[in-house]
């Protein structure tokens, strides 16, 4: 009797010891696999879209892959470009981010992104470290140059002229940066 009852006792604390040993297991796994997944995103992605430039670099320290994309086809440069984080678009490019990787929703790159958004001193950096000038995005079939200019981001669009983006390039309407710029009204 005293045996079955030790033993009913051992096997309840055994269950218990066993259930907590699953929960912390499970707690701690979980903890790590959202980290990496809010919204299936990435940590580096999530860190990024935020604005958080000191996770960014821990993350990279800590050898985040600078490349990863997110279910949706991002890459954490992109994220920075279409943000306006410079700082942080810096750390990524340091870190060896993919220029000219474009997302599987539209085909935006970095540069297009900050073409798009006016984001000027992202546009020099992308620039600057050879991206590609006239990719042209799978929606639209727009470059840089003629994001620039149908938002009439006139800087951007200097900077892109100066370093020879092509300006024959049409979207999938037939029309080329000039057309979108004085459509718009633009007059630089």
Do not use: P
Not at 72 to 88: F, N, P
């Amino acid at each position: 009797m005293l045996f079955i009852s030790v033993l009913k006792k051992l096997s309840s604390f055994l269950f218990w010891l066993l259930l907590a040993s699953i929960l912390l297991f499970c707690t701690i796994f979980s903890v790590a696999y959202l980290y990496d997944n809010i919204y299936d995103d990435t940590a580096l992605y999530n860190a990024t879209f935020y604005g958080d430039e000191e996770l960014v670099k821990n993350l990279l320290e800590k050898g985040a892959h600078v490349n990863i994309r997110t279910e949706d086809g991002w890459t954490a440069l992109e994220a920075a470009t279409q943000k306006g984080y410079t700082k942080i678009a810096e750390l990524l490019i340091k870190a060896g981010a993919d220029l000219n990787v474009q997302d599987t929703n539209n085909g935006y790159t970095a540069l297009l992104w900050a073409a798009q958004e006016g984001h000027t001193k992202i546009a020099e950096l992308l620039i600057k470290e050879d991206a590609d000038l006239n990719v042209q995005d799978t929606n639209n079939g727009y470059t840089a140059l003629l994001w620039a200019a149908q938002e009439g981001h006139t800087k951007i669009a200097e900077l892109l002229i100066k370093e020879d983006a092509d300006l024959d390039i049409r979207d999938n309407n037939g029309a080329t940066a000039l057309l979108w710029a004085t459509h718009k009204g633009y007059k630089k």
